[in-house]
């Protein structure tokens, strides 16, 4: 169990801006947890990834709450992240947020999902939790250009998956999707109390 707490992750140390150029505050992922349980990522700002801002593989019921992912410690400014904003690949029952609404992450500006929880076609992963999260604008839950340039939430191969309560708006590609569900695939999600579209 680790505990990553209030780092600035491929920024100026101000938690703005780029230290060394456009996309390259990292080499690739700024967090990645690999079969790893138990983790805490909390109040830490995360962007300019050549690939995901945070990365769960095979990583089981680790929580973040209160990230900047792809936004500046002001949350009005963006840094993205190459890839997703979160990818979990293969992880069970990881928070995403939580009860509390200052336990919500906004994690927008990415230039691909700003979640995405996939299992594989052999094995869903499992009960996942998404809650009181801004995905696709700013710190003020606004703004028309703070959306992800793909899907706000994909899931994929994903089971027992609750998404409540989030703000999911501007992202390019559209709010929620579930793809590959069905019969062994990803059944039992739940999406209640999310407003999608809108600031």
């Known amino acids: 169990t680790n505990n990553i707490l209030n780092n600035r992750v491929g920024t100026l140390s101000t938690g703005t801006g780029n230290p060394v150029g456009a996309n390259g505050g990292q080499q690739n992922i700024g967090i990645l947890i690999n079969g790893s349980t138990g983790n805490t990522l909390n109040a830490n700002v995360i962007g300019n990834a050549k690939s995901h801002g945070v990365s769960l593989v095979s ?3 680790n929580t973040l709450t209160a990230n900047l992912i792809g936004l500046d410690i002001n949350g009005t400014g963006k840094i993205p992240n190459n890839g997703d904003g979160v990818n979990l690949l293969s992880s069970n029952s990881n928070n995403i947020g939580g009860v509390n609404a200052a336990n919500g992450n906004f994690i927008s500006a990415n230039k691909l999902n700003g ?4 299992g594989t076609s ?3 992963t499992t009960g996942n939790l998404v ?3 801004y995905i696709g604008t700013n710190k003020n839950g606004v703004g028309s250009t703070f959306g992800n340039e793909g899907l ?3 899931l994929s191969y994903a089971n027992t998956t609750q998404i409540l309560a989030n703000v999911v708006s501007k992202n390019t590609l559209g709010g929620i999707s579930l793809s590959n569900s069905g019969t062994n695939a990803g ?3 739940t999406i ?3 407003i999608i579209g809108f600031d």
Request: zero cysteines.
């Open 192 to 194: 209640n109390s999310n």
């Open 187 to 189: 059944t039992f999600n």
């Open 115 to 118: 979640v995405t929880i996939a």
């Open 59 to 61: 990583a089981n019921t």
């Open 152 to 154: 706000g939430i994909a």
């Open 122 to 124: 052999g094995l869903a």
């Open 131 to 133: 809650q009181n999260n």
